[in-house]
C-alpha cells in the first residue's frame, strides 16, 4: 500500500519533461536487511571473524591512493608467506578462486597450447573447460573419486602429451582429497611444463611450499582458511611462468585479468608509476589484509598443526559413531591424503542425506553440505577452516550428526 | 625485533619432519590496518554511507543459501527499478564495471563478429580493446574530447560498418560529457544491431530509461551513484541481447562470466534448481542490496534531480571563479551534455594539475582527481556522486579550489 502512494507521487510529478517511470521502487526494499548468524561448517565460505568483517566496514578510499597501495603491499607480504614463495609476481585478484583460475589460465596459455588437467573431482574438470574455452588442446587424466594420481601416472601423461601446463587441484574439496605434491613441480620442469596449482581449500590448512615444490602458479579464495568474505584471490607466478607469461604471441582474452596489467596495478613490475587499470574492491582489500595478518599472528606451522590435529579428531569421531570417510586410505605424513580442511563423510546408508543437511541447519544452526560433482549423493561434506577449526566446533558437529541420525527418516532397506 | 623471536620460534618447532619455513612472518602485518577518512570527490569511489558499510558488515552465509538467494531477488528488483526494465535477465556480476564490460562483450560477441564502439574518452577505447582480444572485427567512430556523436554519424557508421554489437559510454567520465541516448537504440535495431550502453558514471543521476532508449545491454558499478563499496556490477540483457546469446555458436571465452551459469545462479532463467557457479561475494551483495533501498527511498526522479540542481550549482560556482568548464556546449534539457556526476574542469592556466590535486587532498582531506586517457593533463575532474551530490559539498570543493589557485604555484607565463 505504501508502494503504491509512494509510486504515485512520482509520477504524477515527472522532472521537466521526462516520460515517468515504467517501473516503480520495488516494495522488497523497504524491509530492512536480515541476515541470519549461522555456524558456517560446509565447504567454504566459512565465518568471518569479527576482527575481520570490521576491517571492511573501514571508509572506502581511492584505489590509486597511497595509503591503498601500501595496505596492498602488506597484502603481497601476507600472500607470499602464506604461499611461501620470493614470488615477485605475487597479488591479489579482485573476484573469487573462479576468478583467479581464470587468471592463471588465461595467461599462461595461448590457443593451441597444449593442456593437461588433473581430474579427480569438480576443479580439473573445471579448468579443463576454461582452458578449452580459450581454444587449447586439452587432455586430462582422472583418478576416482576419493582417489588421487600416482607421481608415474602423472610422468607418462606429461610424456605423453607434452603439455605447457599441467593442472592439479591440491585440496579437491568435492572429493575430500588432499593431493601429493611433491617431485611433481620437478617432474612438470623435466618436461618442461608449467605446474599450476589450486589450493583454495588446503593452503594455511596443511603444508605447502611453493618455491620448495617448484609450483609455478598457484592461487586460493579468501573464504576459506583464511575467513575472510568471499571476493579476492590470492595468486602468485612464478619466474618460470613470467617468461611464458611476458612472452606470449597474443594477447590474453581478458583485459581485466591480463598480467600486465594487473602486475602493474600491484607494483609487481618495474615500472615507476603505476596506470589505471581497474577499481579494485578496496574494502575487500582491507578484510583480506586482516586476514593475513591473523594467520601471521598464529604462525603458518601452528595453523597447518591445528588443523590436522583437529582433522584427526574429527575423523576419529565420526569412526567411532559408525559413520565412514569417503577418502579410504589413510596413509601416515607426510603423505596424507585427507584434507584436514574439508572432510568427506560416506553418505549415512538409508537416510537421505539432504534430509540430514536440512534437520542439521534447522535445529543446528549449522551448515554441513552435500557432495559436489563426481561426489553428489555419495557424501556429506563438512567444512571445519581458519577459525572454525576447534574441538569444541568439531564436538558441535558431532552431536548434531548423531541427533539427525537418531532424527531423521531412515528406509528400512 | 619481535618479528624475530617469533620466527625463531617457529624455525625450532617444525611440525614432524616438515621442511622448515622459508618465509617468515612479515613485519608489516604486525601494524594495525589504518585506513584514513578522506572527502571522496574524485570520479569514484564515492564516500559510501554508514548504513551501507555497517550492511556489509553483516555475518557470511552461504552463497546457496535461501536467504542470499532472497537477497538476491531484491537486488535484481532494485536494479529493474533503477535501469527501468523489466528485463527479466538483470543481474549483479561479481565484480567491478570492467568484468560488468567484459561480461556484456564475451556473451554477446562471437569471433569474427564485426563491433562497432563510440569512442569519446576511455571506455570506448576499453570497450574496442576488449572486442579486439576475443576476435572481434573491431570498428571505432571518434568523437573529439569533450564532444559527442550525433545520431547522423552513428546511422552513416552502422549502416557502413553493419555491426553485431554498438558500444556506447553514456557517462564518460574521463571528459565529462553526458552522451545523448535519445533514438540510438531504434537505428541499432533498424540495422540488426544490438545497444551496449556502459551507465557507470551516469545511471541513478540522470535520467535513463533502458526499456523505452531500447537498450540491449546495460551495466554500472557500485560505486558511483550507489555509494556501494567497489566490487559488484549491474547488468541487465534485453530479450534480444539473450536470443543471440543463447544461440551462439560458440561458448563464451569465460565460464565465470557466462551468462548461462549466471542467469542460473540470479535464478533468472526457468530451471527449478540452481547449480553450483561461483562463490557469490555475500557481504559485498548485502552492501549493494542496501544501497539500492537508498535509492529507492529517494526515489530515481528526486536523485536525478538532485544530480541536476547540484551540478548546475556546482558549475555557476566555477564560472564565477573564473574557472572554465572542459565541456563547452551547454544546450537546454533534455539534451545536457555535461555529466551531473562527474565535472571536468579545464586545468586552470599556469598551474600545475597536480600540485592542485595534491594540495587539495593535504590541505583540505579531499580526493578530487586528474584527467585520463584523451583528458589527462587538460583537466580536473570532480565526482559529486550519491550521497555526495549536495550543495554544501559544493560549497566545500569551490572553497578549496580558491584556497589551492591563491596557494599553488602559478607560473608567469
Known amino acids: 500500500q505504501e508502494g503504491s502512494i509512494f509510486w504515485f507521487y512520482f509520477a504524477s510529478h515527472p522532472v521537466g519533461n521526462m516520460p515517468s517511470l515504467s517501473v516503480p521502487p520495488p516494495k522488497c526494499l523497504q524491509k530492512p536487511l536480515v541476515v541470519p548468524h549461522h555456524h558456517m561448517f ?15 566496514a ?5 584505489h590509486m591512493h597511497p595509503e591503498i597501495f601500501e595496505i596492498m603491499s602488506d597484502i603481497k607480504s ?13 597479488l591479489a585478484v579482485s573476484g573469487t578462486g573462479h576468478t583467479a583460475m581464470e587468471c592463471a589460465i ?4 595461448e590457443p593451441g597450447d597444449s593442456v593437461l588437467a588433473a581430474v579427480n573431482g569438480i ?11 580459450i581454444g587449447a588442446k586439452v587432455n586430462t587424466i582422472v583418478a576416482p573419486p576419493g582417489g588421487y594420481l600416482t607421481n608415474t601416472d602423472i610422468e607418462k601423461a606429461l610424456s ?30 623435466k618436461y618442461n611444463c608449467l605446474f599450476l596449482v589450486d589450493s583454495v581449500a588446503s593452503i594455511g590448512g596443511t603444508p605447502l611450499y611453493m618455491d620448495q615444490q617448484e609450483i609455478d602458479i598457484l592461487y586460493t579464495g579468501s573464504q576459506k582458511v583464511l575467513n575472510a568474505p568471499p571476493g579476492t584471490a590470492p595468486i602468485s607466478f612464478s619466474e618460470r611462468a613470467c617468461q611464458k607469461v611476458f612472452n606470449r604471441r597474443t594477447k590474453p582474452v581478458s583485459f581485466f585479468l591480463d598480467l600486465n596489467w594487473l602486475a602493474n596495478y600491484w607494483g609487481c613490475d618495474d615500472k615507476p608509476t603505476r596506470v589505471y587499470h581497474h577499481t579494485g574492491p578496496v574494502t575487500a582489500f582491507y578484510s583480506l589484509r586482516e586476514s593475513l595478518a591473523v594467520l601471521a599472528e598464529e604462525g603458518l606451522e601452528n595453523s597447518w598443526e591445528r588443523h590436522e590435529t583437529v582433522a584427526e579428531y574429527f575423523h576419529a569421531g565420526l569412526e567411532s559413531m559408525g559413520l565412514k570417510l569417503f577418502v579410504k586410505e589413510k596413509v601416515r605424513k607426510p603423505t596424507l591424503t585427507r584434507l584436514p580442511t574439508v572432510t568427506t563423510i560416506v553418505a549415512p546408508y538409508g537416510y537421505d542425506w539432504k534430509e540430514i543437511m536440512s534437520y542439521i541447519m534447522k535445529t543446528h544452526n549449522l551448515e554441513i553440505s552435500g557432495g559436489l560433482g563426481p561426489s553428489v549423493g555419495l557424501v556429506l561434506r563438512v567444512g571445519l577452516m581458519g577459525c572454525n577449526s576447534s574441538k569444541a566446533n568439531v564436538d558441535m558437529v558431532l552431536a548434531a550428526l548423531r541427533d539427525a541420525l537418531k532424527h531423521c527418516h531412515r528406509s528400512k532397506v
Chains 1, 2 share one sequence.
Open 106 to 109: 588465461f595467461n599462461t596459455v
Open 160 to 189: 605423453k602429451h607434452r603439455p605447457a601446463l599441467f593442472f592439479l587441484a591440491h585440496g579437491e574439496s568435492s572429493t575430500g582429497v588432499l593431493h601429493p605434491l611433491d617431485g611433481i613441480g620437478q617432474l612438470c620442469h
Open 42 to 56: 560446509g565447504p567454504g565460505p566459512s565465518n568471518v571473524p569479527p576482527r575481520i568483517l570490521e576491517a571492511g
Open 78 to 90: 601476507g600472500i607470499q608467506y602464506m604461499f611461501q614463495t620470493q614470488n615477485k609476481m605475487t
Open 123 to 133: 576443479w580439473g574438470e573445471r579448468a579443463a573447460e576454461m582452458a578449452e574455452r
Open 58 to 62: 573501514n571508509p572506502v578510499i581511492g
